[in-house]
């Protein structure tokens, strides 16, 4: 299966983007006046297209199976964790049961869930690598209604070195996962900020990749080398494994640069870019250091109408 390569600039194109941000007055004026205006701007869509209608989705009957998908890209610190969190606790706001799979040894999904990873006597490492060990032992209840979490901590880093010696080490995560997939609606793995072992097992049991964008330049070019690696998982562990569609994040309005970048990724991917865009906003660390998703702690603010806006996408894909 082909995915399409990103359009990068020239060395030229980059000069001229940095030399045309737009003034603070000017992106006040874009923003619609004050400064909460300007720290959260509402009803971004990508550039070049107009916001297509999603229905609100209706409840459900029942749940299961789950609907796999792997939060990815091997760049850190462009909102995998937060839209696993926040995108968890949309679909969970719409009816669906939802478990949450922190697949990082940083812990930061546990930690952004207010747990913490250091006090924890099981976690996923113990899950994927002691038999004596059941899921059961390990899911975690969260503040949210319908969403659970299977946490980790730094233990988690020795596993992908002990899994290289392993029959079938890239099906370890999807064999642990399945026994749950009929209790759940979806589950979000939330992968490492690398293209390893883990991030492979996260591919190789996954429907779908959902792959978080920050708005900027070097964000852009590193997604190349993530669809080569989704084509090689797609070619050779999982056939089924689709892009379900890329999410720019970290977007600012007010800047030149942030605004071309974003016209790049659409042009470069089209429908797989969803209508959801997710600005840069204060809200977002605060909810870091509360242990809440955004729907909880600002429900009413524009990051939470945002990722409510990203679960309808997602349930309608």
């Known amino acids: 299966m082909s995915n399409p390569q990103p359009v990068l600039w020239s060395s030229d194109e980059q000069a001229d983007g940095r030399a045309s941000e737009e003034s603070p007055e000017q992106g006040r004026r874009r923003s619609g006046g004050g400064s909460d205006a300007a720290t959260e701007p509402s009803g971004e869509v990508p550039p070049g297209r107009p916001r297509r209608h999603v229905p ?89 209604e319908g969403m659970d979490l299977l946490p980790s901590n730094i233990d988690l880093s020795a596993a992908e070195v002990q899994l290289v010696t392993e029959v ?58 993530l669809m080569d690696t989704i084509e090689k998982v797609q070619d050779r562990l999982n056939p089924k494994l689709e892009i379900t569609g890329i999410l720019a994040t970290m977007y600012d309005p007010r800047t030149l640069h942030t605004r071309e970048v974003m016209t790049r990724v659409v042009e470069a991917f089209g429908e797989l870019v969803f209508d959801a865009v997710i600005n840069r906003t204060v809200r977002f660390p605060e909810t870091t250091v509360a242990g809440e998703p955004i729907t909880r702690w600002a429900s009413r603010s524009t990051g939470a109408e945002a990722y409510r806006a990203l679960a309808r996408e997602v349930i309608a894909r």
């Not at 697949?103 to 099981?122: I, M």
């Not at 079938?168 to 793995?189: F, H, K, M, N, S």
């Not at 883990?198 to 190789?204: D, E, G, P, Q």
């Open 168 to 225: 079938g080490r890239e099906q370890t995560l999807g064999r642990t996962i399945a026994p749950v997939l009929d209790r759940y609606d979806y589950v979000l793995v939330d992968c490492q900020p690398s293209l390893g072992l883990l991030t492979v097992n996260a591919l190789a049991c996954a429907d779908g990749v959902l792959i978080p964008l920050e708005c900027e330049f070097f964000s852009l070019r590193g997604v190349a080398l």
């Open 56 to 144: 609100v989705p209706g409840p459900l009957d029942g749940h299961g199976p789950a609907t796999v998908l792997a939060m990815c890209n091997q760049k850190g610190g462009v909102g995998k964790t937060t839209s696993t969190i926040n995108l968890g606790a949309a679909l969970a706001e719409y009816g669906r049961r939802v478990l949450l799979v922190d697949f990082d040894p940083q812990g930061a999904l546990s930690v952004g869930l207010g747990v913490q990873p250091h006090q924890l006597e099981t976690t996923i490492y113990n899950l994927i690598m002691e038999r004596n060990t059941t899921i059961d032992d390990v899911i975690r209840p969260t503040s949210v």
